[in-house]
């Protein structure tokens, strides 16, 4: 054991302590467990751990087993609950602690010296698969949803690590495989079927099917079970090559989950080099300085601006001014992309002095050769010719003899320039499926409608496409399977083999919820709720406000043992035991016609039971005081001694007559009270100065109350009708009238002003209008500008409006528009009176005479004559409108 670099130290059945050097010489304090593993030691394998003696373990135990017993005993004084297994379950709580206080102390060391803590999830991994092998109930095969036992035969996936029975894993390969090649040869043909691990997809090939239970390192078969390693562990040196890989190997013992990143130490340099070398962990060696990485870029021009980075640098983010291949063009363009082309052919005359280049954008180096100038062929390439390159080389006349695109026939015309056509030989094909046959042109491609009836991968859904070749397209439908968990179907695409296990967990709590475990779906139907040591939290259901202390339980809390305490509608306290939330048991009470009718259904329920009747004597006294005896506090109820009342009435004047009784509102044993003998006489007392009604209660001493009557008033604007009490208005002064007179509307009378009275109604004048605070609108002379003032101020002549600059030039542009209008009005009317003269004179001539037959002399009239006038007035109204656009652009 002193030669290994790492110890594990525990006991099955019974507890154990031990003790750990650490890397520096520090001793670590172990801990206990029931049936783990005590995992102490020294990553470099420097240092060596050293066993207790048998006497200080048994020392030891002997202590813990005397502290059991304290809390044990503790326990039961402060909870009616049975110890024996919260005893256990604290030694597994404490167990937990210590493992997880021994791991990290152990795991510290491998950020210790440096201080890097870059790796922490490998590392964590680590730590977690060490805590879960240690703890029962922690491990549980997906596939069957079953718990590892520590003897248990198991198969850990490399990819994430779980553990699965051997069996279970070698059932999940087997159906997976069978259901594939179950299908038909000629869609799946024989080939090497992959398998994936049910959790992570890891892809294994089929000789990879654990057949044979290995330690976690693979060195051991069949590892056997020691209370002192850990479970299927075989204690060796684990020695796998660590990832990443630099050449070392792990130097735990065999244990579970990954093996943590490299401890050695060495000195390497960051990223950008510019930092001296410093001391790292050897599985985490790379590393960044955080300062600006300043390398050259591929540009030449900048230099790179992200801090110490690994790999390559980026790109260039910069921009510069670049010309394109040919030199014409310059634009601002990514350093990251210089060669760029522009859209200017080359146009530069080549080598015959004939034809130009008609490249787009090329570099200076392009060769400029015709490609006219040398030899070449007619278009079906049986004839070859040296023509100068401004000739076309003509065609052989021979046939084409290209072979067509079928791949089968060739072409059949003369030689010819551009594409050979489509090949039109009448050929007998096969459909894509094979089942028929059809005479038709090569190039046209013959398809059935028959419909696949062969299975997809999936050996479910027919694949139903027409005329199918065989390749069938792979299902997409949804599996929906119901899972191993019995609780979520399968959302995977339809698929061969056993579906992969549910992923989702479940919680599983206790009845406060305050303790939980996290089990696989489908688990929790069968595992039992986590015990909780919390005291119960459920409310009583009696009218103590709390229970007796007991321990979080399911079920029904036990009954109540405690006094009652109740106090009694007497007032007394209730001296019996606790009958409130008490369960009864009820069944109807029917008779059967026989026996082989079933009997009533006895149902249990909970009742509130009242308290027994009170016994303490209590002394009574008549309805009417007049005489006291004494009776038990449950039977103490009012009587009547059956003599008159006899109490003076209010009035003064009589006695109530009635039956003796309990007085109400009586200022003292005489007088009548509340409840007594009403005088109904009627009052006669005078009425206040100004009340017309009287007054309607009986006969009674003291003051007439207040009138309560309404009567009708007009309100000061005469227009709503006002009801008063009458008491308000009798003892009303002369301002209080006056309010209660006003209807709080708005006074209707108008101001001279020409605006509404602003004031709520109100007696006498309305107020002057030079307090009237309505708007009025003002306007300027020329009635352009408007503008809002109190009617106040306009009233009193404080507020005027005065013209401004855009009001005298609309006043000149209006004064020659209406010029202009004028002009055109007065022509039109001379225009008009022309008219008028001449029809007039035309009368007065009267009709003409025929004239005699002389010889005609055509006159030619000038033009000017007739059409003169026509354009002078257009000439004069044109001025005039050039005129009146150019004031009003001024």
Not at 139 to 147: H, M
Not at 522 to 544: F, L, M, Q, Y
């Amino acid at each position: 054991m002193g030669d290994k670099p790492l110890y594990l130290q525990g006991s099955g059945q019974g507890r154990g302590r031990g003790q750990m050097k650490a890397p520096h010489g520090n001793s670590v304090p172990g801990g206990r467990g029931r049936g783990g593993a005590r995992l102490q030691g020294s990553l470099h394998g420097n240092t060596a751990g050293v066993l207790k003696t048998a006497e200080q373990r048994f020392q030891t135990a002997s202590a813990k087993h005397q502290e059991a017993v304290k809390k044990h005993l503790n326990s039961n004084q402060q909870f009616d609950s049975d110890g024996e297994d919260d005893d256990e379950e604290d030694e597994e709580m404490e167990d937990s602690k210590n493992d997880a206080g021994i791991l990290s102390s152990l795991l510290k060391s491998f950020t210790g010296q440096t201080g890097d803590c870059q790796d922490v999830g490998t590392l964590g991994k680590t730590q977690e698969f060490l805590l879960n092998s240690f703890k029962s109930e922690s491990n549980i095969c997906l596939i069957c949803i079953e718990t590892i036992k520590r003897s248990d035969a198991i198969w850990s996936c490399e990819g994430c690590y779980c553990p699965f029975h051997v069996p279970c894993i070698q059932k999940w390969v087997k159906e997976g495989v069978y259901q594939q090649t179950a299908l038909s040869e000629e869609h799946f043909p024989k080939r090497d079927l992959p398998w994936f691990c049910p959790k992570c997809r890891y892809e294994y090939r089929q000789s990879q099917c654990p057949s044979k239970y290995l330690c976690y390192c693979g060195k051991v078969i069949d590892p056997t079970f020691d209370p002192w390693l850990v479970p299927h562990s075989c204690g060796q040196t684990c020695g796998k090559l660590l990832k990443p890989e630099c050449g070392h190997s792990c130097l735990l013992l065999c244990h579970p989950g990954p093996c943590p990143p490299c401890p050695k130490t060495v000195k390497v340099a960051c990223f950008c080099g510019k930092q001296p070398p410093s001391l790292k962990r050897c599985g985490i060696r790379e590393w960044s300085c955080g300062k600006r990485c300043d390398k050259p870029l591929p540009c030449g021009n900048h230099r790179c601006k992200e801090l110490c980075h690994k790999d390559d640098c980026p790109a260039c983010p910069e921009v510069s001014l670049q010309s394109c291949q040919c030199g014409h063009k310059k634009v601002m363009r990514p350093c990251a992309s210089p060669d760029w082309q522009c859209d200017k052919v080359c146009g530069k005359v080549l080598s015959c002095g004939v034809h130009t280049c008609e490249q787009v954008c090329h570099t200076a180096d392009f060769s400029h050769i015709c490609p006219r100038a040398q030899e070449r062929t007619c278009p079906c390439g049986k004839s070859k010719a040296n023509l100068p390159c401004t000739e076309d080389i003509p065609t052989c006349g021979d046939t084409c003899d290209k072979l067509l695109e079928c791949g089968e026939h060739r072409c059949s015309t003369r030689c010819h320039y551009g594409p050979c056509g489509m090949c039109l030989q009448m050929i007998t094909k096969k459909c894509r499926c094979g089942a028929k046959k059809k005479e038709v042109p090569c190039y046209k491609e013959y398809l059935c409608e028959i419909k696949c009836t062969k299975l997809k991968d999936c050996g479910k859904h027919a694949c139903k496409r027409k005329c199918c070749d065989g390749s069938c397209p792979p299902c997409e439908q949804q599996c929906g399977k119901t899972l191993g968990c019995r609780n979520h179907k399968c959302a995977s695409v339809c698929h061969t083999g056993p579906c992969y296990p549910c992923p989702l967990t479940v919680e599983v709590k206790c009845h406060c919820g305050s303790t939980v475990i996290t089990v696989p779906c489908g688990r929790e139907k069968v595992t039992k709720p986590p015990r909780c040591n919390k005291p119960c939290s459920i409310p009583p259901d009696c009218h103590h406000p709390s229970r007796e202390k007991h321990r979080c339980h399911f079920g029904r809390c036990p009954p109540c043992r405690q006094v009652c305490h109740k106090t009694s509608p007497c007032g007394h306290i209730c001296p019996m035991p606790c009958h409130s939330a008490v369960l009864m048991r009820f069944q109807e009470k029917v008779q059967r016609a026989g026996p082989w009718e079933a009997k009533p259904e006895v149902r249990i329920e909970t009742v509130n039971q009242p308290c027994p009747p009170c016994r303490v004597p209590m002394p009574v006294t008549c309805r009417g005081k007049h005489e006291t005896i004494h009776v038990p506090c449950s039977e103490l109820r009012p009587y009547s001694c059956g003599g008159q009342c006899g109490r003076q009435l209010d009035c003064g004047n009589h006695t109530c007559h009635l039956e003796c009784h309990i007085v109400e509102g009586a200022p003292d044993d005489k007088l009548a009270g509340s409840n007594c003998a009403k005088c109904e006489e009627a009052c006669g007392k005078p009425r206040p100065q100004g009340c017309t009604h009287q007054c309607l209660l009986p006969c009674h001493p003291g003051d007439c109350p207040p009138c309560q009557q309404m009567f009708r008033m007009r309100c000061h604007c005469k227009l709503m009708l006002l009801h008063i009490e009458c008491d308000k208005w009798t003892c009303a002064d002369d301002v209080t009238r006056d309010k209660l007179q006003a209807c709080q509307s708005r006074c209707p009378k108008m101001l001279t002003c020409g605006h509404q009275c602003p004031s709520t109604c109100h007696s006498g004048q309305c107020p002057a209008p030079d307090q009237c605070v309505e708007k009025t609108k003002v306007t300027c002379p020329c009635r352009r500008k408007k503008k809002n003032f109190p009617c106040q101020e306009v009233q009193a002549g404080k507020v005027t409006l005065e013209c401004d600059d855009k009001c005298k030039e609309d006043m000149v542009k209006q004064k020659k528009q209406k010029e202009i209008e004028e002009a055109t009005k007065k022509a039109e009317e001379e225009k008009k009176q022309q008219e008028e003269l001449e029809e007039y004179e035309r009368r007065l001539k009267g009709k003409k005479r025929k004239p005699r037959k002389q010889k005609e002399v055509e006159e030619v009239v000038p033009v000017w004559r007739l059409y003169g006038k026509y354009a002078v007035l257009g000439v004069v109204v044109a001025i005039l409108v050039a005129f009146s656009y150019n004031l009003m652009v001024q």
